[in-house]
C-alpha cells in the first residue's frame, strides 16, 4: 500500500528556498540583456518554467495540459514505495523528501509529455511562476489537487505572447 | 453419565476424522496447481496447457551506464480495450492477480540474435499491453496483442535502456533526457526514464523441443495504445511510434468536469473544510 505518512504535518516546516525575487515585471517589453537576466532570475530552472507554444489555442493547450497533468499527477517515488525506518523522526524525514521527490518527477513527467507536443520550455521568474502556479507545482496544488484556476493561467501564459525569458531544454 | 458422553463425544470425534481423512485426501488429489507466469529457463521447461506463451527477443545486453531492465506487461480487457474495471470484490475472478501482470527480467536467455536474448515466457490468454520498462510506464503510447491459449505468440523485439543516450543501439540513439536530468541526484537518478523500440518479429529461431508442438504466430502488435499511469511512474512513449500529437482541445468547462473526475472527492472536502478553518481564524483575527 502507498505510504503517505505525515505530509500535511510537515508543509508547514517546509523551507522553501526563499531566494529575493529582483524581477523585472514587464520583461516582454523591456527585455534585459542576457547576462542581467542570470542575475534578476535567480530562480531554479528546474522548478520555475512554464511551457509555452508559438500560435497554438487556448483549448489546445487546455486539452493538452490536462492529459499530461492526468499522467503526471499519480506519481509516486520510490520513498513512497519503500517503508521507512528511525522511527516517527525518519518518517518525517522520508515524508518530506518523499514529497521533493513526487515534486521532481512530476515535473520531469510533465517535461516529457508537454515536450513530446512541441511545447516549449521557459525560466519564469519566480514571483512570476507563483502567481501563475500559487505555491503548489504545475500539477498540484498545496492541497494535492488540480487546479482549474493554476491551468487557467497556465494557458493564458502558453497560448499568449512569445516569453521574454530563457529557453530552456526541455 | 457425565463421563459416557466424554467418551460418546470423543468417540464421535474420532469417527468424524477417520470419515473426513479420505475425502481431505481426494480433495488434495483433485486440486489445481496455481497458473504462475513466468519466463521459461533453458533446460527446465514446465509447459502449462492452460497458458500461451509468447517468445520475445530483449535486449540490448547490459552494459556500463545502462544495466539490464525488466519489462512489465498486463493484461487487458479485450472487449473495452482498456484495463479491467471490478465494480466490486466480488466481481474480481479467482486467481485474477495470477494472471493479470508479467514481468521479464534479462537473465538465463535460449540463445542471443542481434545483441539481445531470446525468451519465452507463460502468458495467460487474452489482450496485452506491453506496459512498463524498468521504473518507466509507456502509458503515452505502447503496444498491445494477443495471446492464445497452446499456442507460441512471436512479440519481436524489444530494445530498452534509460534515456541517458548510451543505449549502444541506434534504435535509441535519440532516447536522450536534456542534461539537467540526465545527470541528477547523486545515487539514485529518480528522474531518469526508460525507452523502449518495439520491432515486429521477422525470423522465428528455432523453439526448444519442448514448445515445438505449439504454432507459432507472429503478434499483430497494435501501436498507439494509450494508458492511464496506473504505475504510478515516470512516463514514456515507445520510440518507435510516430510522434505523440496534441490531445482533443478542451474548452474551460469540459477541463473542470475532467478534473472533477481527477480529484478524490475526499481530498476536495478536506481542502474545503480547511479553507473554512482558515477563514474562521482569519475572522477572528480580525
Not at chain 1, 28 to 33: E, G, L, Q, V
Not at chain 1, 67 to 79: F, G, K, V
Amino acid at each position: 500500500m502507498k505510504r503517505r505518512i505525515l505530509p500535511a504535518l510537515l508543509c508547514a516546516a517546509l523551507t522553501i528556498s526563499a531566494t529575493p525575487s529582483v524581477l523585472a515585471a514587464d520583461k516582454k517589453d523591456d527585455k534585459p540583456k542576457d547576462d542581467a537576466i542570470a542575475e534578476e532570475i535567480p530562480g531554479d530552472p528546474a522548478k520555475f518554467f512554464l511551457f509555452h507554444l508559438e500560435g497554438v489555442s487556448a483549448d489546445q493547450v487546455r486539452g493538452d495540459l490536462v492529459y499530461c497533468i492526468s499522467q503526471a499527477r499519480p506519481i509516486i517515488s520510490m520513498r513512497d514505495r519503500m517503508g521507512s525506518t528511525g522511527g516517527l523522526i525518519g518518517a518525517m524525514i522520508n515524508a518530506r523528501m518523499g514529497e521533493i521527490d513526487r515534486f521532481r518527477m512530476r515535473n520531469a513527467a510533465m517535461r516529457k509529455c508537454m515536450g513530446m507536443m512541441g511545447y516549449d520550455r521557459y525560466l519564469v521568474p519566480e514571483d512570476m511562476w507563483k502567481v501563475v502556479v500559487n505555491e503548489g507545482d504545475i500539477v498540484l496544488d498545496d492541497n494535492a489537487l488540480v487546479d482549474i484556476d493554476v491551468i487557467e493561467r497556465m494557458v493564458a501564459f502558453a497560448s499568449g505572447p512569445k516569453p521574454a525569458g530563457e529557453r530552456l531544454p526541455k | 453419565m457425565i463421563g459416557s458422553f466424554k467418551k460418546a463425544f470423543a468417540l464421535s470425534l474420532a469417527i468424524a476424522a477417520l470419515t473426513a481423512q479420505p475425502a481431505y485426501s481426494a480433495e488434495k488429489a483433485k486440486k489445481v496447481p496455481k497458473i504462475k507466469l513466468e519466463t521459461l529457463k533453458p533446460g527446465k521447461i514446465k509447459l502449462d496447457n492452460r497458458l500461451g506463451y509468447v517468445l520475445v527477443r530483449l535486449g540490448p545486453k547490459a552494459a556500463d551506464k545502462n544495466p539490464a531492465l525488466s519489462v512489465g506487461f498486463s493484461r487487458i480487457d479485450g472487449a473495452t480495450n482498456a484495463p479491467f474495471n471490478f465494480v466490486t470484490m466480488n466481481d474480481i475472478p479467482k486467481d485474477f492477480w495470477r494472471t493479470s501482470s508479467v514481468g521479464i527480467n534479462p537473465g538465463r536467455s535460449f540463445g542471443d540474435v542481434d545483441g539481445t536474448g531470446i525468451y519465452y515466457v507463460g502468458f495467460y490468454p487474452g489482450r496485452w499491453v506491453i506496459g512498463g520498462v524498468g521504473q518507466t510506464c509507456m502509458s503515452l503510447g505502447t503496444y498491445s496483442f494477443d495471446v492464445k491459449q497452446g499456442e507460441v505468440t512471436d512479440i519481436g523485439t524489444l530494445l530498452v535502456a534509460r534515456e541517458n543516450g548510451e543505449a549502444g543501439v541506434p534504435e535509441l540513439k535519440d532516447a536522450k533526457l536534456s542534461q539537467d536530468l540526465a545527470d541528477f541526484g547523486t545515487m539514485v537518478n529518480i528522474v531518469m526514464s526508460e525507452a523502449l523500440y518495439v520491432k515486429p518479429a521477422s525470423n522465428t529461431p528455432a523453439l526448444p523441443a519442448e514448445l515445438k508442438a505449439m504454432p507459432v504466430v507472429k503478434a499483430t502488435l497494435t501501436p498507439d495504445h494509450r494508458l492511464d499511469n496506473s504505475c504510478a511512474s515516470l512516463i514514456n512513449r515507445a520510440a518507435s511510434l510516430p510522434p505523440l500529437g496534441h490531445q482533443s482541445p478542451m474548452t474551460r468547462d469540459e477541463a473542470v468536469a475532467a478534473l472533477a473526475k481527477m480529484n478524490p472527492p475526499e481530498r476536495v472536502e478536506a481542502a474545503r473544510k480547511r479553507a473554512e478553518r482558515a477563514k474562521a481564524v482569519a475572522a477572528t483575527k480580525k
